[in-house]
């Protein structure tokens, strides 16, 4: 017989290794937490902070209010780099998501021979080094009359462009940068999403006489929503936070012309050009809300689609 002292000694031991348990299994989990925090989340709650500060990263802060909120919307050329971001957003990434699900399909298909060697080769723009990647569109949209872009419009019969000084000419190579480096990504979220569905349903849809039009309409679109709705958001939220390839492209001029200049080109040049860390907080804490409108708008348009459907039948 156990006595009920023995039963309260198990009891404390098994609550005991229960905590130990749980403390163990924090420990693991806290780096995530802890590097988080460090470069993540304090970092952001700086920036709010500073938002409402004047600060030259060395003299003391300053409490300004809503000053630096005012100061950039009142700017022209703020809302010149809001027009730019998403000018250069939209014809960047619009047709990336597009061409990705095409790609995506072609790859899909059972018969297409190296279908790994495609695959490969249409990922490497996205692991490619962005000096390699500067180096390739500066010669292909040089200004110059030889260069390969200024070739092909010769051939069609228009005249050559100064891409990296006209203003629709910037935009344009600079899209083409974005779709060619990041079309890539999307493809294999859509290949991955395609190889998702069950060959079971497609196989239902062709004994109940679908076509395979019908099928990819009633099938396939339905079932890669989720995939899409996942690429769209990335996409917007990349396209409002581009940086690097305006940058690469326009080189040390970057930042001295508003042909491209874009919102967080913006924000780094308040804040590392001319030293105003507050009205380049500010900037952040404005273009986040942009993001989160835009996210949302573009995700609830995207889902809705499906929504319609349904509530038709």
């Known amino acids: 017989m156990i006595s009920a002292n023995e039963k309260v000694v198990k009891k404390k031991r098994f609550l005991s290794e229960e905590k130990k348990d749980m403390i163990s299994g924090y420990l693991y989990v806290s780096p995530f937490f802890i590097i988080f925090a460090v470069i993540g989340l304090y970092p952001a709650l700086f920036s709010l902070y500073l938002a409402f500060q004047k600060w030259n990263g060395l003299s003391p802060m300053e409490f300004a209010g809503l000053n630096n909120f005012k100061v950039v919307l009142v700017d ?62 500066s010669v292909l949209f040089s200004n110059h009359e030889t260069s390969l872009a200024n070739y092909v419009l010769g051939v069609f019969g228009f005249d050559p462009v100064n891409w990296a000084t006209s203003e629709w ?13 990041w079309v890539g990504y999307n493809t294999i979220i859509y290949l991955a999403g395609l190889q998702s569905i069950s ?4 196989e239902a849809a062709t004994i109940d006489g679908a076509n395979k039009f019908q099928q990819m309409i009633y099938i396939t679109m339905p079932l890669l929503k989720p995939f899409i709705i996942l690429t769209v958001f990335f996409s917007t939220v990349g396209a409002l936070q581009l940086f690097a390839e305006p940058t690469v492209f326009l080189g040390t001029s ?43 708008i573009n995700t609830l348009l995207t889902s809705g689609v499906g929504r319609k459907k349904e509530g038709a039948k």
């Open 76 to 137: 022209p050329l703020f809302w010149k780099s809001l027009y730019n971001t998403i000018v250069i957003g939209l014809m960047g990434t619009a047709p990336q998501l597009v061409i990705g699900i095409i790609l995506a399909f072609l790859l899909n298909l059972s018969f297409l021979r190296f279908r790994n060697f495609f695959r490969v080769t249409i990922f490497m723009p996205y692991i490619t080094s962005m000096v390699a990647v500067a180096l390739i569109f």
């Open 199 to 202: 060959n079971d349903l497609y």
């Open 169 to 181: 000419g910037t935009k344009i190579a600079i899209s083409i940068m974005v779709f060619w480096r």
């Open 254 to 296: 970057a930042f001295t012309r508003d042909e491209a200049m874009t919102v967080v080109m913006y924000l780094y040049r308040d804040a590392f050009k001319l030293q105003s860390f507050g009205t380049a907080s500010a900037t952040a804490v404005i273009l986040l809300f942009i993001i989160i409108i835009f996210s949302a």
